[in-house]
């Protein structure tokens, strides 16, 4: 008997990775299978393409329950791909820390999932400990360039590069390293992030190929000197060593789904500190093989959506033709404040409470110059009158609108068959190479940036700047980084930066306690709140329910 997402997965029947990469157009030449299942593509190897119609998906503000957005994603193809579409699905790789932390598994839901489930969740094809090692290694070379006389002039108190691992350990957050004897190191602070917010993960999420990987590597500044003056991996000379070591890890993964269309899952940025979205490699390779690619960003749309559409889309061709807002009654239940526990009791007022927030995130859309589809994703407890105040809500403010039953039924048979018809009309009607717009241009400020971002898509009344970010502002412009671009690192649950004001909050001020450089990113993370680099544990982890069972198969994985 079905039950979870993982017997949802063993009880498909996957196809031999050859026969999807054929389905995709992708010549035997081009993959190098890791086992049955799944392959790297090497993207030097396609033919020249076309370039196929993109779907971004985002959603409203998240809440504990979740609102599926990967889920809808991958529905989404396969419904897209029913109707006769080459259709490829390009979405970002699971984080193991958050998969036996607090999420579970991240690689969609009931039918609609990308598979092998146990293995993208787990490992995958190691892309994440490419990152790490890559990471680490560096942070190896600025300790020993540091030791070994010191010919860059570094200040062991400017270190800014960090370690990191794909694991939740609040307890690394902040380290000494160096102690021992005088052949140990140099006594320094440091600490470790998660792996999912190095900057090579954004740095490879970003690269256009091997060259373009190569100079934003050799671009990141890992400390200062003395007077201050950054010192980057090009002063070291290790953008070549870590460039081997990612060689294979910028490769896009390809994988399917369990109805069988065609999906590139690579790279995974958090969506709150940092850019969020799979790498601009995958997507492009998508769009020149598929008819219609459909993506997605992380968290809310004022996190995800505002950066893939400020930050990848000047990095790569990803503008999209269409942009998805998922939604549920019990999100927006819970934004019209009904507490976590009782969402899916009928009330069909507090869905009603809970549509500012949805209608945020749908003006925010359309600052862009794009039009916004809901995509209303179902659930048993939903009823029929709380539907119905969403599509007259959706018919009030002129928004395309359509049901999904794509984790139970799937969006290979007919689940997703309204919301791919909704989809696809707004793709045949759509033009965004004449509407779509950005919030800022590079050479406003980044004082100016971080403003605008905070008062139009977040509705601040104002931005506080603590002393550190102050200074940080100063340092930044006089290093000439005044035109890179901003990432917000704020909480996912709120337009504020307190995660607990629900629904549209306004006339409040958004502060921001300090600025981080991501020079091979191309951006500058402006950190708001408490937003923690480094994840801990909570109460309750995913891993208490994952085992093997007798027969060596995994179980409690979702």
């Known amino acids: 008997m079905v039950v979870d997402d993982l017997d949802f997965a063993r009880a498909a029947d996957m196809r031999p990775i050859e026969e999807i990469a054929d389905k995709a157009g992708i010549p035997a030449q081009a993959i190098e299978p890791y086992g049955r299942h799944m392959a790297k593509v090497d993207v030097t190897k396609l033919p020249p393409g076309g370039r196929g119609k993109l779907v971004l998906v985002s959603a409203m503000s998240p809440t504990p329950p979740g609102e599926g957005k990967t889920t809808m994603s991958i529905g989404l193809a396969d419904a897209i791909a029913r109707t006769g579409r080459r259709t490829i699905v390009a979405v970002r790789e699971p984080s193991l820390g958050p998969v036996l932390g607090m999420k579970g598994g991240a690689a969609g839901g009931g039918r609609s999932q990308v598979l092998p489930m146990e293995d993208i969740n787990l490992h995958f094809t190691g892309d994440f400990h490419a990152i ?34 794909d694991v939740n350990d609040r307890a690394l957050r902040n380290v000494v390293v160096g102690l021992g004897s005088p052949t140990d190191g140099v006594p320094h602070e440091g600490g470790f992030d998660i792996t999912a917010a190095s900057e090579i993960m954004a740095v490879l999420c970003l690269a256009t190929d091997l060259a373009d990987l190569k100079a934003r590597l050799a671009r990141i500044t890992v400390a200062y000197t003395g007077d201050r003056r950054p010192v980057t991996v090009g002063d070291l000379g290790a953008q070549g060593a870590l460039t081997a070591l990612l060689r294979h890890a910028i490769k896009p993964n390809l994988v399917q789904t369990i109805a069988g269309t065609p999906a590139l899952v690579h790279g995974g940025p958090f969506g709150n500190i940092a850019h969020g979205c799979n790498s601009v490699i995958a997507t492009t390779t998508a769009r020149a093989l598929a008819e219609v690619v459909v993506t997605e960003a992380g968290f809310g749309a004022d996190l995800g959506a505002e950066k893939f559409l400020d930050i990848k889309t000047r990095a790569g061709d990803a503008v999209p033709d269409a942009v998805v807002l998922v939604a549920t009654i019990r999100a927006l239940k819970y934004h019209g404040g009904v507490p976590a526990e009782e969402v899916t009791t009928p009330d069909a007022a507090a869905v009603e409470a ?38 007259q809500w959706s018919e ?32 045949d009607g759509s033009d965004t190479a004449a509407t779509f717009t950005r919030l800022y241009e590079p050479s406003t400020g980044l004082e100016e940036k971080i ?53 549209a909050p306004e006339g409040f001020t958004l502060h921001v306690r300090d600025l981080l450089a991501r020079t091979g990113a191309g951006f500058v993370v402006a950190l708001t709140g408490s937003i923690m680099t480094m994840p801990g544990l909570p109460v ?14 995994i179980v409690g994985l979702s």
């Open 132 to 165: 790490t090692t890559a990471n680490n290694t560096l942070a190896a070379i600025v300790e020993n360039s540091l030791y070994q006389g010191n010919p860059l002039g570094i200040d062991a108190r400017r270190i800014t590069w960090r370690r990191v691992l």
């Open 354 to 391: 809970g549509l500012p927030n949805l209608t945020r995130h749908v003006e925010n859309i359309r600052t862009f110059g794009l039009e916004p589809v809901i995509g209303l994703n179902s659930f048993p407890t939903d009823t029929e009158d709380e539907r119905a105040v969403v599509h």
């Open 396 to 427: 009030r403010l002129g928004v395309r609108c359509a049901v999904a039953d794509i984790w139970a039924r799937g969006g290979g048979d007919d689940g997703g068959d309204e919301f791919a018809a909704a989809v696809l009309d707004a793709l």
């Open 451 to 503: 403003r605008t971002i905070a008062r139009t898509i977040y509705r601040a009344d104002d931005v506080e700047f603590a002393a550190a970010a102050r200074r940080r502002l100063a340092e930044f412009e006089e290093n000439g980084w005044g035109e890179m671009a901003v990432c917000m690192a704020k909480t996912q649950y709120s337009f504020s930066d307190d995660g607990s004001r629900l629904g």
């Open 540 to 553: 309750s982890p995913a891993f208490e329910r994952i085992d093997l069972d007798d027969d060596g198969q």
